[in-house]
């Protein structure tokens, strides 16, 4: 492979060309910054709208970079940071009426970490020592004459089935699903004093900027709740973050260098991982690539020079182990492998780096992630051409399937975070509220810059609330008057688009229960024709389910927009607060009381809120919508079709995500159709599928009662 006297330029290409295969280039990992920036945007808007200001939501980490793959199967990294303090660095900072918190950093403090002193807020002075004799707080601790705040002051609402890992609360090990790791912070404005020098730091690369430098200026920093490794202070130290700083640096990389780091992640985890106890981190890699470009010529990051330059960033990486020092990029006192690295490991991870760059990129043909060697070996002519790998276009399109389900998900759970916010059982409370969201939403989109992900992120939000505010308008329209108002119908047709079937399905079932059953079934007639069976998947936030199947026209239809096209190939639940009682029919009704006593005790109140509304699939709800309508106007053909969809959807769709919701409603059909037995089957199955907290529970009880009464009568 190396005798080529073009060998390395030769390679490097090739390598390009197989990275780009793999969804490594500038199309892919501008809609990977997109997806994740819209989704972090919404979060945060979503905290807004609840009316929790001093909440800001951000994805850090390779997702929202754009640098990874599908089979490096990243974490989700998620900081969420409470503005509610006010961190600061000088005195003149100090804010009256704020929590305010002072980093200090003396001789017992690690490079990089710091402590936090909570000072008075009524005038800028410390905190007394005597302030816990007469007000104990268990996450403050009196040090060295100091009131100071414990780094475990957010480990009271950690859920359970939560890791604790260094600063994150992972979620892991769920099979089919990334793990997630969430960093609560506290953000301080001000550039950390420790970096000062960075900002004056010029390599011959030239890179960053002066414009870059002067930016990451005014992202200031996180303090992050974990002490370094070797802390003297263990329960009050520390971190100091520049992340915000980091993501511009990252944002900042040509295809190349992204490329570089991509290599040198599949690298860490197919030779080193393995073998050393994973004491080397993603982390450290990026923070070798910032050391490699600041300190080259910039002109040397092109396509045709990938090969060297990932053995200038393994060489870098080599020496960084011998010495034990990776210095961090913006505070380099701040070293990353301080601790960590045992001689052993140390000895084997200089040789496998050793190994891989004598070997001049032979090594890499044994990186079986993401088919990297198999497909660099057909690039170089090694191998036969294989067909059964999936194609690039393949490739491509799985990953914006994977960002579109990730934008649907989101945007579903944003709305069923809203609707948990403002729930109460009175519809004039909820009604209020939603309209008071409405209007907040309106004054936000409104002053948010022209065609930012912002106003993005509203008209995602705005539809599938206006449904709601028009569904529960609507519910109390049908209690007094038996009919639905024009302000509903303005609500509703807001909402329509949100999706393929959802806003239209709320419609529906409102024209249904005011008996309106001409203009329902031209709703339900509309909603069907859009809803392209070979197209269309289903999405929920209310639980997170792995998909088992995705149709290939969804997943072709991905790969040729962003978010917009959710409106075009997505079916969201249909959800309905208690409130919206009127607006449901009876069958559907049940679900809104599904949970007794001790059902109760079997939730997670925070993720499982939905279950004290009706909530279900779009297609399940449109067939058996249609059944009932077709009913009431006595089109028996019809209804029998549309039941027998609504069998077909209950046993063959893969991705419902409220299945027993399903079978309870076909459960009911059945008993309408006087098919006792089918719907005793039906109730039972459910009843499999979610034991507890399920309206089957009460359908079997009611089934039975029915029952037993015939046959009494029939006695008679």
């Known amino acids: 492979m190396s005798q080529d006297p073009d060998y390395y330029r030769t390679v490097s290409l090739k390598l390009s060309d197989v990275l780009n295969d793999i969804g490594v280039n500038e199309r892919m990992v501008l809609k990977m910054r997109r997806t994740v920036l819209l989704r972090e945007t919404m979060h945060t808007s979503k905290h807004t709208l609840m009316g929790l200001n001093a909440s800001f939501v951000y994805h850090f980490g390779s997702r929202s970079e754009g640098s990874t793959t599908i089979g490096l199967q990243s974490d989700f990294d998620t900081l969420v940071c409470n503005s509610e303090f006010n961190v600061i660095q000088d005195w003149i900072e100090w804010q009256p009426g704020r929590h305010n918190l002072l980093m200090i950093q003396d001789e017992t403090t690690s490079p990089g970490y710091c402590l936090l002193q909570h000072l008075r807020d009524d005038e800028p002075l410390p905190l007394p020592n005597s302030f816990l004799d007469h007000i104990p707080d268990s996450n403050l601790r009196v040090s060295r004459g100091k009131v100071l705040l414990k780094n475990t002051v957010f480990r009271d609402v950690i859920r359970a089935g939560i890791v604790i890992n260094g600063p994150a609360s992972s979620l892991q090990g769920r099979p089919g699903f990334p793990d997630k790791d969430f960093v609560a912070a506290y953000h301080c404005k001000s550039w950390p004093a420790e970096a000062q020098s960075w900002l004056l730091r010029q390599g011959k690369g030239k890179w960053p900027t002066e414009n870059m430098k002067r930016y990451c200026e005014t992202t200031g920093c996180f303090v992050v709740p974990v002490s370094s490794k070797n802390s003297q202070n263990e329960e009050l130290e520390w971190r100091i973050s520049t992340s915000l700083a980091e993501r511009c640096l990252m944002f900042s990389l040509n295809i190349t260098e992204l490329r570089c780091y991509i290599l040198m992640k599949m690298i860490l985890k197919t030779f080193m991982n393995p073998q050393c106890d994973s004491v080397l981190s993603s982390f450290m890699c990026k923070t070798v690539l910032y050391h490699c470009i600041q300190n080259t010529h910039s ?119 809203l609707l948990t916010e403002i729930r109460h059982d009175g519809n004039e409370i909820v009604r209020e509220n939603l309209s008071n969201l409405m209007l907040t939403l309106t004054k936000m989109y409104r002053k948010m810059g022209f065609n930012c992900l912002g106003k993005s992120a509203m008209k995602l939000l705005a539809p599938l609330l206006s449904s709601s505010l028009g569904s529960v308008i609507a519910s109390h329209d049908i209690y007094t008057t038996h009919s639905i108002s024009s302000e509903a119908l303005g609500w509703f047709s807001v909402g329509l688009n949100s999706d393929v079937s959802s806003g239209r399905l709320k419609l529906a079932s409102a024209l249904y229960c005011a008996g309106d059953m001409e203009r329902a079934e031209f709703v339900l007639r509309n909603t069907e024709a859009k809803y392209d069976l070979n197209t269309v998947e289903p999405a929920s936030g209310c639980i997170e389910q ?76 449109l067939y058996f919508l249609q059944y009932k309508t077709y009913s009431a106007l006595q089109r028996v053909a019809d209804q029998q079709c549309a039941l027998a969809n609504l069998v077909t959807t209950v046993e063959t769709e893969p991705n419902l995500h409220h299945k027993e919701t399903a079978l309870n409603l076909l459960g009911q059909c059945m008993e309408q159709e006087n098919r006792h037995t089918d719907a005793l089957r039906c109730y039972m199955i459910s009843l499999n599928i979610r034991g507890r907290n399920n309206a089957a529970n009460l359908l079997i009880c009611r089934l039975l009662n029915k029952i037993v009464n015939m046959q009494e009568n029939t006695m008679c």
């Open 299 to 417: 002109n040397n990051w092109q396509q045709s020079n990938l090969l060297p330059c990932l053995m200038c960033c393994l060489t870098i990486l080599q020496n960084f182990v011998t010495q034990e020092n990776c210095p961090h990029f913006t505070i380099p006192e701040n070293n990353l492998m301080a601790g960590r690295i045992s001689p052993h490991n140390k000895h084997k991870i200089f040789e496998i780096l050793q190994n891989i760059i004598q070997s001049k990129g032979c090594a890499l043909l044994e990186i079986s992630i993401d088919d990297l060697g198999r497909r660099l070996q057909v690039k170089m002519n090694m191998v036969e051409a294989f067909q059964y790998y999936p194609t690039p276009a393949q490739i491509h399109s799985n990953i914006s399937t994977e960002l579109l389900n990730s934008t649907a998900e989101a945007v579903s759970a944003c709305h069923l975070l």
């Open 546 to 621: 792995r998909r088992s199947y995705q149709r290939s026209e969804f997943i072709n239809n991905c790969n040729n927009g962003n978010e917009e096209v959710m409106q075009h190939y997505t079916a969201f639940c249909v959800r309905f607060l208690q409130c919206e009682i009127c607006s449901v029919p009876e069958e559907l009704q049940y679900e809104m009381f599904r949970s007794t006593q001790e059902d109760r005790l079997e939730r997670d109140e925070e993720l499982d809120s939905w279950m004290d509304w009706a909530v279900v699939d779009s297609l399940t709800y």
